[in-house]
Every structure is written in C-alpha cells, then in structure tokens.
C-alpha cells in the first residue's frame, strides 16, 4: 500500500504540471494520426439504395513502436524519473507493451525487465525480439496457464519486492488504483484528438466510438473525453474466441461476474468458487479474464455498449481491411473491424463511425499463417 500511496500522491502532482507535459527530444509521438473516411471499407458497408454509415479510422497504428501503448509508457516512465526510479519493470501479453517499456527505458537509460506468458512468446516471437534487441531482458512466465494474467501476476510480486527501486508501468486500466485512472488519464489524448480532429474534418463530433476491449487501455482512452457527451455512442469489442457457448472466451464483460484480480475489483472469468477461468482469444492482447474498474463501471451504468466477435470473425476482418485499404491491423483492432459486419446495417445514413486501430497487424502475421489459407 505504500508503494500505490507513494505513486498515487507523485501522479496527483504532476498531472498539471506544464513542464510534466512537455517531452524534450522524443522523437515518437504520433500526434493527429486521423484518416480521412476510408472510402473502399465505406462502400464495403454501403447499402443497395446508396445509404451507409462513413467509417474514419484514428490510427494509433502509427505511433512510434506500432501501438497506443506509446503513449502510457512515456507518461509512467518520466514520473518513474520524478520518482528517481533507476528499475523498471512491465507486464505485456501482445508484447506492443512490453516493447513501448523498453523504448522509452532505452530513451532514458534505465534498466528494463518485461514478463510475458511463456504462450504468449511463442505467438509473439517478433515483439520479443524487438524488446531484447531494445535492450530489455524478457522473462518467460510459465505459470498458471502463461498468459497476461500470469504475466501481471509476476510482475506485481516483483514491484513488491524491490519497491524502493523500481516502478511498475502497468500497461492496462486494470491493477490497483492508481493504475486504472493513471492510465487512463495517460491515453486520453486519443478521444481528445479524435474530437478536435472530427471537428475539423467534417465540423461535429463522431456518431459512433468503437475499440476493442481486452485490458481495456485504448478504448478507454478513446472513450474518457466523450463519456459526458450522452449523444455518442461508446462500443467496445471482446474476444469471443471459438464462440460464448464454448467456454472458450474472453468476453469478460459479456459473460463475466464481479470479482476481484489484481487489487482491482471488475467482472472477471470466475467460476464459482471465485476462482479465475482460463481465457482464451487468437489475440495476446485480448487473452485476460478481467476488465478493469473503468469499462466495469461503464458497463453497470449503461453509458458504454460491449460486444464480442469469434476469432474466426477477427480473421475475416484481418483479411478485408488488408485487402480493401491496405492496412494490416493488429489482430486486436481486428475485433473491433469484424464487429462493423453487424454495426454498420443497423446505422442511419450518414452515421460518422470512427474506430480506433490500437496497433499494427505485423505482430501477428505468424498466427495468421495458421489459420489463413491464403
């Protein structure tokens, strides 16, 4: 408890401090990656008489390191330099976190350990490299079913025991509090430029937010700047692996029950003696049997709708948005994209969509190779 009060207090005082927001000589952040409409996606979903949703994408994709997770880690690791934190240490299960930490702890110069689901390695063979080449020291957790969740679960045991030197980037709204509001409040920056850039490109806010959800980190930082804007409709998108009816899942909000994981209180895949139910998605990034606090809370108030598509339907997805624009998305954004295939016929004509593509599909090429029979 000392540690999230010692963190809670430090974030307090610098979340508006102007000097905190300026970044010297980082030559990474993506601001204003805004498509226009995606023209080939919007006449994929057009209707016989002509009418259709316009669907824009916010392309977080383009970040420096492929993600949104570049955002967080550059907030975490300079209140980690306030702190005079010389360790660092991070939790990743598509490996997009674990290789944000270890570009700004080389930026930096500090020493940089990532846990990772020994699963979750083998899928994600790429990002591993990239987080050793970066310089970071990987370690393979093998515990429990070697996903995320054991992932963050190591990673906690190790800021416990080594406290006074080392801070902790949780890469997730989830985890005790400070984290879910911290990162939150780090990836905002995502919904406010979507809404200082809708304004400029067609003069109004979107219609329609849509972002995957696993951990839950980019579409709340989608969400957050329009929660209080009761016209917008906020969609998030969970991994409904080989269907909900399989017990083979990770549609935590979907399916899910409040409980407790990670010092944070959320639905979660818990079976009836609150113990945790093996998740399972095509995504790293999704495979977590919690939520978060945030999205929970969304949830039970009604603000924010949750849905969820198969892996086989993500795959679909994956394959269109290639072929039709010329993106490969992150198997992640994947979800959100097939979740358009039962959106877009629902929506009034001009309905102004726009989606969040949390990550590049790079990553991902390996498992789509086994599973695609292009």
């Excluded at 970044?23 to 023209?39: A, D, K, Q, V, Y």
């Excluded at 110069?109 to 790429?126: K, N, P, V, W």
């Excluded at 409980?259 to 790293?284: C, K, T």
Aim: net charge negative; proline share 4%.
């Amino acid at each position: 408890m000392y540690a999230l009060t010692e963190l809670e207090s430090a974030f307090n005082s610098i979340r508006n401090d102007p000097d905190f927001q300026v970044i010297p000589n980082f030559p990474c952040l993506s601001i204003n990656h805004f498509r226009g409409e995606i023209e080939r996606l919007t006449d994929h979903y057009r209707r016989p008489n002509g009418e259709g949703p316009h669907i824009y994408l916010k392309r977080e994709d383009l970040n420096h390191t492929g993600a949104h997770k570049i955002n967080n880690a550059i907030g975490q690791v300079l209140l980690a330099k306030r702190l005079g934190k010389k360790r660092i240490i991070a939790e990743t299960g598509a490996g997009q976190h674990g290789v944000a930490t270890a570009t700004v702890c080389a930026r930096f110069g500090l020493e940089c350990i990532i846990y990772m689901g020994a699963q979750d390695m083998e899928r994600q063979a790429l990002n591993v490299f990239r987080m050793r080449l970066l310089g970071a020291e990987v370690r393979g957790v093998h515990s429990g079913t070697a996903t995320l969740k054991d992932a963050t679960s190591e990673a906690i045991r190790d800021w416990v025991t080594n406290v006074e030197s080392t801070h902790y980037i949780l890469g997730s709204v989830a985890g005790p509090h400070p984290y879910p509001m911290m990162v939150r409040e780090f990836h905002k920056v995502i919904g406010e430029e979507t809404r200082r850039q809708a304004m400029e490109k067609w003069g109004g806010k979107p219609d329609v937010l849509v972002a995957c959800v696993g951990g839950g980190s980019n579409a709340m930082g989608l969400f957050e700047d329009f929660v209080k804007d009761k016209d917008v409709r906020l969609i998030g998108v969970e991994a409904a692996g080989f269907g909900l009816d399989s017990g083979k899942h990770a549609a935590t909000l979907t399916k899910g029950e409040v409980g407790v994981l990670h010092g944070a209180m959320s639905y979660l895949l818990q079976d009836d003696d609150g113990q945790i139910i093996e998740p399972h998605s095509i995504s790293a990034g999704l495979d977590y049997p919690g939520v978060g606090p945030e999205h929970s809370f969304l949830k039970d108030k009604g603000r924010a709708e949750y849905y969820c598509v198969t892996d086989e339907e993500a795959l679909e997805a994956f394959k269109r948005v290639s072929r039709l624009e010329g993106i490969i998305p992150a198997l992640e954004t994947s979800h959100a994209l097939a979740y358009l295939e039962k959106l877009c016929p629902t929506l009034p004509d001009g309905t102004k969509v726009v989606l969040n593509c949390s990550g590049r599909g790079d990553k991902d090429v390996q498992t789509a190779i086994k599973y695609l029979k292009l």
